[in-house]
């Protein structure tokens, strides 16, 4: 069946260090991919997605590109801050009007 | 400002007391959804609406209920709540499904003792 995989964490880094947390996926065909995070005791947001393959998902600070030969879609971004702090969830929708399906999260700890 | 409001935030109630959590979104969605995340076992889906009087089960619907009788509201029910259902309940709502990417509302913390 469809699933998400990506590391559990934690995670943890000093400021203005380089992120990169990694997904990878099971699924037949494009589905589209996804980047939320969940800010302590917040609902989830929806961080970028993309929704074919070589599409770069960007929110100007964070980016994940969609990797159909590795099935992967790996969150980065260039220099953390403690704001960062949160729990990351890769997942992915096989259609439109499907549901999403989430990863296990990775929680992320930043250190000022 | 766009959103999906849930309430209560945080409710302790007995076992086999009926409880509704409301949930409702002002960005006319056709979709709307209920998950509960729990420690180990992440986000699971526990029913859906595409639409208007349209739900349907998700992957964990024993032991609730929803309804759909208008686009903007979409509760869901206990009728006799179980400590195995205390976990954090979000709602979230797009404008199809989940491809287009959810709004989730802030949760509701529910303790079955």
């Known amino acids: 069946g469809n699933s998400v995989t990506q590391m559990e964490g934690p995670v943890t880094l000093s400021e203005e260090a380089f992120l990169t947390i990694n997904c990878t996926y099971t699924?037949?065909?494009?589905?589209?991919l996804f980047w939320y995070v969940q800010y302590p005791g917040e609902g989830l947001q929806l961080l970028l997605k993309a929704t074919k393959a070589d599409d770069k998902g960007s929110n100007k600070v964070f980016e994940a590109t969609y990797r159909k030969e590795t099935t992967s879609f790996h969150l980065e971004k260039g220099s953390v801050q403690a704001s960062d702090s949160a729990v990351y969830f890769c997942a992915l929708s096989k259609t439109s009007y499907d549901k999403v399906i989430f990863g296990p999260g990775t929680s992320l700890s930043v250190i000022p | 400002e766009a959103q999906v409001t849930q309430n209560p935030r945080y409710l302790i109630t007995v076992t086999g007391k009926k409880l509704t959590v409301t949930c409702s979104q002002n960005?006319?969605?056709?979709?709307m959804s209920w998950y509960r995340q729990d420690p180990g076992l992440g986000l699971r889906q526990i029913y859906y609406s595409m639409n208007v009087e349209v739900t349907d089960k998700g992957d964990v619907p024993e032991g609730y209920k929803v309804s759909r009788k208008e686009k903007r509201n979409f509760p869901l029910i206990l009728e006799s709540p179980s400590p195995n259902q205390t976990s954090l309940y979000f709602c979230a709502s797009s404008r199809t499904g989940g491809g287009g990417g959810y709004t989730f509302g802030s949760g509701t913390r529910l303790t079955v003792v």
């Open positions: 699924a037949t065909g494009y589905p589209s």
């Open positions: 960005m006319n969605h056709e979709y």
